[in-house]
């Protein structure tokens, strides 16, 4: 893509992403892709907001080039350390030795240690609250620590009300060729992918997202141009909704809904999954239903996160829960996935196992089990009729609570 004008002398000069297969090494975007978003701001001093990965380098610089010689760059302004931004920072200090990066203390010392780069007088540390003027534009500096890393800041550009907000405010996504949330009929998607990276990057540190989007409320802002996604100009109150209501998942009860995930070696729990489903799509309320086996636990995250009802399908394997809804569990966890309601069913052989391990996980993960029905091998006529009534109670649960 070439750059793209947001306002006089500011542009968007990203990266569409539509090769790498995992973000982080861990998330699938093969289907969806991703952008790296950087800015650039024209005035009597140059300044390039966030750089992108270490990735199409001639592409980047040709956009950069667009607007300007990247030489004449006096400030990069680094927001956020981690490599999906950073990755070019060696390429531009070899271009341009002279830029000076500005960051918070602790972003020097990450980059230093990410990069074995020796800054000199080369960086300049900013604190909340610090400026620094460009010309006719300023730019103000916002700590948001664990928004996604310790060292994380925002920058606002008070002129255009503009809040250059990183990982805050991102989604997975490549942009479909229109960068602005006023180009496109359809937002879903990018709501969907939205929550998709919230719940796998930034949900564990929720609080701080919380505490960050108090800590702003006072800047006006005209557009949040985040370094993930669409830019949102028409409608920035939508996505700062979306990410404070979904923040607030991690402390407060969800949406009432139901996740259902559920694994089965031949069938068995399966055919009981079908059971329970069709019970539980009697009270009405939404159901999402994963194979964990064959679904990544990156799709799987964002339900789990937004639903109150989890119902979890699992045979005992080996004496303990099927390994890859320990997985999911385990997952669960480290996003720290919270006030949840639950009840589980599943087929063992002979001496069953997995209840047992699912109760270490739940009793690690504070939710509230509600359920169980166990069936040894194939589910009789009964059990299938009692999976029924047993799903059908839990939507009741769900719904009434
Ligand atoms: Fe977009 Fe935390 O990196």
Not at 108 to 122: P, R, T, W
Not at 160 to 181: H, K, P, Q, T, V
Request: charged letters at 25%; hydrophobic letters at 40%; a negative charge.
């Amino acid at each position: 893509m070439v750059s793209v004008k947001i306002t006089e002398n500011i542009y968007w000069t990203g990266v569409n992403d539509r090769t790498t297969d995992l973000f982080e090494g861990l998330w699938p975007i093969s289907e969806e892709g991703v952008s790296y978003n950087s800015y650039v701001i024209l005035d009597e001093k140059v300044a390039l907001i966030d750089l992108v990965k270490s990735f199409k380098t001639d592409d980047y610089l040709s956009q950069i080039e667009e607007i300007i010689d990247p030489t004449k760059i006096d400030y990069v302004i680094v927001n956020h350390v981690e490599p999906d931004h950073t990755g070019m920072i060696k390429v531009m200090s070899r271009l341009a030795p002279n830029i000076i990066f500005v960051g918070t203390e602790k972003t020097k010392k990450m980059l230093e240690d990410y990069y074995q780069l020796e800054f000199g007088d080369k960086f300049l540390v900013v604190k909340t609250g610090a400026r620094l003027n460009l010309g006719t534009h300023e730019l103000e500096f916002y700590e948001v620590p664990f928004v996604h890393w310790p060292e994380t800041m925002v920058t606002y550009e008070r002129k255009n009300e503009i809040l250059f907000s990183c990982d805050a405010f991102g989604s997975y996504g490549a942009l479909r060729g229109a960068i602005f949330d006023d180009e496109y009929d359809d937002l879903e998607f990018y709501k969907e992918e939205a929550l998709r990276y919230y719940v796998n990057i930034v949900a564990k540190f929720s609080r701080f997202v919380l505490k960050a989007i108090d800590a702003l409320k006072t800047l006006q802002i005209r557009i949040i141009a985040p370094s993930h996604g669409l830019i949102w100009r028409k409608h920035p109150e939508k996505i700062i909704k979306l990410y404070s209501k979904w923040a607030t998942y991690a402390s407060e009860p969800s949406e009432k809904g139901i996740t259902l995930i559920y694994a089965s070696m031949y069938g068995n729990t399966e055919k009981v999954m079908n059971a329970v489903a069709q019970g539980a799509s009697k009270e009405g309320i939404p159901i999402q239903i994963f194979d964990v086996a064959r679904t990544h636990v990156s799709y799987i995250l964002p339900s789990l996160w937004k639903y109150q009802g989890i119902l979890i399908g699992t045979p005992t394997y080996e004496t303990k829960l099927f390994p890859p809804m320990a997985y999911v569990l385990q997952m669960a966890d480290y996003k720290r996935i919270t006030n949840k309601k639950v009840a589980r069913f599943g087929s063992y052989g002979w001496s069953g196992g997995a209840q047992r391990d699912l109760e270490s996980y739940i009793e690690k993960l504070k939710w509230d089990l509600v359920d169980i029905f166990e069936f040894q091998g194939g589910p009789s006529e009964e059990d299938l009729k009692y999976g029924k009534k047993f799903g059908e109670n839990f939507a009741k649960i769900i719904r009434s609570s």
